[in-house]
């Protein structure tokens, strides 16, 4: 590519050009949020996706985000930054492993996280996101066998004080913060309120006044009289934060290492230079196997029906 080009402005050119909208998680770059045309979380990228008019959605975020998309809309052009753009939940958790898996558990309601492939998503009565979750099983009666993230879970468990079969898989980047040093840092910020992605272990939820996806905490911080927030999630979601409620207090929750492992490495594979080729290019293509859709986007459209009445006003998004 050409060193001199501004990708910035080479982006909003290709994006009128090869009539595309980008849609980004919070998770991203900054400067890829502020290209976008809608930051969301899961279930509001999920849903932003169906109402485009653009013939090419550019999605930048991991690639189960944009699978979800072309799932719901295979007529639309989905590219990716990307390809590679995994998710560890997402990984761990492959869809014949959870095909033989499921064989010991006759009967039950197969609930699983939109972090996962579309094979698995074929292979799951419904899909719910870390906004709709509780919502979405409130509506589910026993036995209910979730999948892929156990922190998810377990707090859910705690929440509607249920049970159900879980599969052990965890998210690399909430994992890794530390109980001990968020009560250090608890000590010397008594002003700052706790709030976490349900991702997150037991450990650290316990601490948090609030639990939400990346949108509820976002919505969470702009609304709440509180001046100064630790922040247990990934630190791409700041940048929104920083923005919508300018002059707060925003701390991340320490990991256990001295790192950046509260960064998502999966995330982070895409880039403004990646984002331009891939709409100079229209490619990579994301493209899911037809009968893999069908099946998988019964439990995505069951989803969005359950969660019709749930109203989520995006802060931070332009459309
Ligand atoms: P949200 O749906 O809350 O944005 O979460 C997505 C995700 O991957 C969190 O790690
Ligand atoms: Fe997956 Fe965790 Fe990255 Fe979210 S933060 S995309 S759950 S690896």
């Known amino acids: 590519m050409d060193e001199r080009l501004d990708l910035e402005v080479e982006i909003r050119r290709l994006k009128k050009e090869q009539n595309a909208v980008i849609l980004a998680h919070y998770y991203q770059e900054s400067e ?15 849903r932003r996706g169906t109402q485009a008019t653009e013939q090419v959605i550019a999605f930048a975020g991991v690639h189960f985000m944009a699978e979800t998309s072309k799932i719901l809309t295979p007529e639309k052009t989905v ?7 995994g998710c560890s939940l997402a990984d761990g958790c492959p869809a014949p492993l959870f095909e033989e898996w ?28 870390s906004s709709s979750a509780e919502v979405i099983l409130r509506q589910i009666p026993d036995p209910v066998v979730f999948a892929p993230d156990r922190n998810l ?48 272990e037991e ?51 320490p990991p256990v290492a001295d790192c950046s492992c509260n960064t998502c490495p999966h995330m982070k594979r895409n880039t403004l230079e990646k984002l331009t080729l891939c709409l ?7 493209e899911v196997p037809e009968a893999v859709r069908v099946k998988a986007k019964k439990a995505i459209d069951r989803m969005l029906e359950m969660t019709a009445g749930l109203v989520l006003t995006p802060v931070g998004s332009r459309s």
């Open 280 to 286: 100079r290019d229209l490619a990579p293509v994301l």
């Open 153 to 200: 879970a377990a707090w859910l468990e705690k929440k509607l004080n249920r049970k159900f079969v879980v599969w052990p898989g965890t998210c690399v980047v909430h994992e890794t913060f530390s109980e001990k040093k968020l009560i250090d840092l608890m000590t010397r910020h008594p002003e700052a309120e706790v709030i976490a992605h349900p991702e997150c």
């Open 79 to 85: 590219v990716v930054p990307d390809l590679d753009a």
């Open 102 to 129: 499921l064989k010991k558990y006759p009967g039950h309601t197969v609930v699983s996280y939109i972090n996962c492939s579309a094979g698995v998503k074929a292979l799951s009565d419904v899909i719910v996101t």
């Open 203 to 253: 450990a650290i939820l316990r601490h948090a006044a609030v639990v939400a996806s990346t949108s509820g905490l976002l919505r969470h911080v702009t609304t709440s009289p509180r001046q100064a927030f630790i922040v247990a999630t990934e630190e791409g979601i700041l940048h929104q934060m920083h923005r919508a409620a300018p002059g707060k207090t925003l701390i991340p929750a």
């Open 32 to 46: 890829i949020q502020d290209l976008a045309d809608f930051v969301g979380d899961s279930l509001e990228l999920a």
